[in-house]
């Protein structure tokens, strides 16, 4: 459990431990479910954990399902091609390219939830 808005160190090392050992993450990058129908700007630590674990992003659009027992359509989409920025350690914690890639990530969430 994360608290949002809150740097908990170790929940940032268990994360980035699970995908380097292979196992799954889901992460929403406006930090809940529905922030893009609130408005919430995207955060960045998609992006941060994809580049540092080398873990693959896979996109996911869902459309619907805001109420309980109301039909929700989940859309996957194909895996992204991040390579063009694990190979050098400083564009991993560049602001600017975590900013470029959580928009990469976005646009792909957003065109699956349509």
Same mark, same amino acid.
């Given at each position: 459990?994360?608290?949002?808005? /809150?740097?908990?160190?170790?929940?940032?090392?268990?994360?980035?431990?699970?995908?380097?050992?292979?196992?799954?993450?889901?992460?929403?990058?406006?930090?809940?479910?529905?922030?893009?129908?609130?408005?919430?700007?995207?955060?960045?630590?998609?992006?941060?954990?994809?580049? /540092?674990? /080398?873990?693959?992003?896979?996109?996911?659009?869902?459309?619907?399902?805001?109420?309980?027992?109301?039909?929700?359509?989940?859309?996957?989409?194909?895996?992204?091609?991040?390579?063009?920025?694990?190979?050098?350690?400083?564009?991993?914690?560049?602001?600017?390219?975590?900013?470029?890639?959580?928009?990469?990530?976005?646009?792909?969430?957003?065109?699956?939830?349509?």
């Amino acid at each position: 459990y994360v608290k949002r808005d /809150n740097k908990d160190i170790s929940a940032l090392k268990t994360t980035l431990k699970a995908l380097k050992n292979g196992e799954c993450v889901a992460l929403f990058p406006e930090g809940t479910r529905n922030g893009l129908k609130k408005g919430l700007k995207p955060k960045t630590g998609v992006a941060y954990f994809a580049l /540092n674990s /080398n873990a693959t992003v896979i996109p996911v659009g869902i459309k619907g399902g805001e109420k309980p027992f109301k039909k929700a359509i989940i859309t996957y989409g194909k895996p992204l091609d991040l390579e063009q920025y694990k190979g050098n350690k400083e564009l991993k914690k560049d602001k600017e390219i975590l900013v470029e890639v959580t928009g990469k990530i976005m646009e792909n969430i957003i065109e699956l939830a349509k």
